[in-house]
């Protein structure tokens, strides 16, 4: 049946159509899980105003200690300057000196190891200094590793620099006697561009030294033999360029 356009059914119809467009544009109310997820911008703003919290310097000081220690030497001396908190932490925390990474020029570098080493009370926990220093100046050598700044010494490190010219050759010399008067404490050693003979060896005990690295160094199998079984604890052997060696047979 045909429904004229005048006719009260199709006022309404049409009636009826708008109020459910109406219905339908209509907003819907706001859920519980919609509002909660709106942020209260007066608690980010309370957030952001909130001073950073310095979580490191509370820790205790021996594990402040434990971390300067780990340090390059001139990083761990600028602690001093973070503030009242760190200032007595470098002090106290044991030495790490290491010497391949300060001045180039021979002066400045003898006068800021002097510097460190009298400024530092001990104890030493890493000595690392070119092998070329042993000839250039091994009485300034073994004057730093008589100082107390290095007592109880964990690591030392005679490192041979690749790229070091020397202006003078001179003959390989062994390590000065001082450096063993940490055989005790020592852990780690690497001795490079020295002599090793029997009397510098004869003698040694190193019960808590676990890795040994010789590069470069004038040894003889016997010698050589011999300082390994001074090293009951050793876990790891490195030998590179071994002068006067052709072969070896290791226990």
């Known amino acids: 049946m045909e429904i ?23 907003p819907m109310p706001a859920s519980p899980a919609t509002e909660a997820a709106v942020p209260d911008p007066t608690a980010a703003e309370r957030t952001a105003q909130l001073p950073p919290v310095d979580r490191i310097s509370n820790l205790p000081d021996p594990i402040l200690g434990e971390i300067v220690s780990l340090l390059r030497t001139k990083q761990g001396a600028r602690t001093q300057v973070l503030s009242t908190r760190w200032r007595h932490i470098w002090r106290s ?6 010497c391949r990474r300060l001045p180039d020029d ?16 001990g104890p030493g926990r890493r000595f690392r200094v070119p092998a070329y220093c042993l000839q250039d100046r091994a009485a300034k050598v073994d004057a730093w590793l008589r100082s107390p700044a290095l007592d109880g010494l ?17 003959p390989l010399a062994p390590p000065p006697a001082s450096a063993f008067r940490f055989s005790l404490t020592l852990r780690v050693v690497t001795i490079g561009r020295c002599l090793l003979p029997d009397s510098t060896v ?3 005990h190193l019960p808590q030294l676990k890795q040994l690295g010789l590069e470069r160094v004038s040894i003889s199998e016997a010698v050589l033999r011999n ?20 072969e070896c047979t290791l226990p």
């Not at 925390?93 to 290491?98: E, G, H, I, R, V």
């Not at 021979?106 to 009370?121: A, E, M, N, Q, Y």
């Not at 964990?154 to 001179?170: A, G, I, M």
């Open 93 to 98: 925390a044991p030495l790490n000196l290491d």
């Open 106 to 121: 021979d002066d400045k570098l003898g006068r800021f190891v002097s510097r460190i080493i009298s400024t530092h009370p």
């Open 227 to 246: 300082l390994i079984a001074r090293c009951p604890a050793l876990e790891c052997l490195l030998i590179y360029y071994i002068l006067g060696l052709r």
């Open 154 to 170: 964990q690591e030392l490190d005679f490192c041979h620099v690749y790229n070091y010219r020397p202006r003078t050759v001179l």
């Open 202 to 204: 004869q003698g040694l």
């Open 4 to 26: 004229e356009p005048g006719g009260p059914s199709f006022k309404r119809v049409k009636l009826a159509s708008v109020d459910c467009r109406e219905e339908s544009q209509a």
